[in-house]
């Protein structure tokens, strides 16, 4: 459905953002590691509360909420998947940032999720859990890596993906329930986006 020029009316009860899709289709020059204390761990068949706790503390600010609506077969049947792989980035013996690459799809990776927590911004620990992105992604047969951010993503996403090598290739509207006002997420996470019942 194309949107009319000029504002459109957004429902109570639902946010709405601009998705930016972006791909690479080579490897690129990663910069060196910024120096800190982290490591990656790849977590084999996830529990399925270790995952959501860290999920939502990855992500709760920037009001990720879809694999905190699955059930647990639901969840279960994407992460556990041969061709998925789990990464936790740990800081301090604790896991701080989530890194999910999806591998299904011939000759393609798509980074699911990226993102470490709120102690970790501007660290330097998200350069870091990228070059690993990067790494794993292309040290399979792959001939695209692809990823999607939005604006209700940390407000520095977009360019840092840009730097990191990734183009952007799509534009869309994405209108979808509060997960706020359904009790998913707390009502005091990301008060930049007023709810609006």
């Known amino acids: 459905m ?13 946010i709405a953002a601009v998705v930016t899709h972006l791909e690479m289709t080579e ?15 790849r977590v084999e068949a996830p529990d399925l509360a270790w995952y959501r706790d860290l999920y939502r503390r990855v992500g709760e600010n920037w009001l990720w909420s879809s694999r905190l609506c699955m059930s647990d077969t639901e969840l279960a049947a994407i992460i556990h998947a041969p061709r998925v ?5 740990v800081h301090d013996g604790r896991d701080e940032g989530l890194l999910e690459l999806d591998f299904r799809e011939p000759r393609q990776c798509e980074l699911v999720f990226f993102g470490v927590t709120a102690k970790l911004i501007g660290s330097g620990a998200g350069r870091f ?7 794993r992604a292309w040290s399979q047969p792959i001939s695209r890596l692809w990823v999607h951010t939005c604006t209700l993503d940390h407000p520095k996403a977009l360019a840092f993906y840009q730097r990191a090598g990734f ?3 799509r534009r869309q509207v994405e209108i979808s329930d509060d997960p706020r006002l359904d009790g998913t997420l707390s009502r005091h996470v990301a008060s930049r986006v007023p709810v609006i019942e």
């Not at 990228?130 to 790494?135: C, F, I, P, S, V």
């Open 2 to 14: 194309l949107l009319p020029d000029g504002y459109s009316d957004v429902s109570p009860g639902k």
């Open 27 to 41: 490897r690129p020059a990663s910069p060196p590691d910024p120096s800190g204390q982290w490591t990656l761990r």
């Open 85 to 89: 792989e789990v990464y936790a980035l």
């Open 129 to 135: 859990l990228m070059n690993r992105a990067l790494e």
């Open 167 to 169: 183009c952007p290739f």
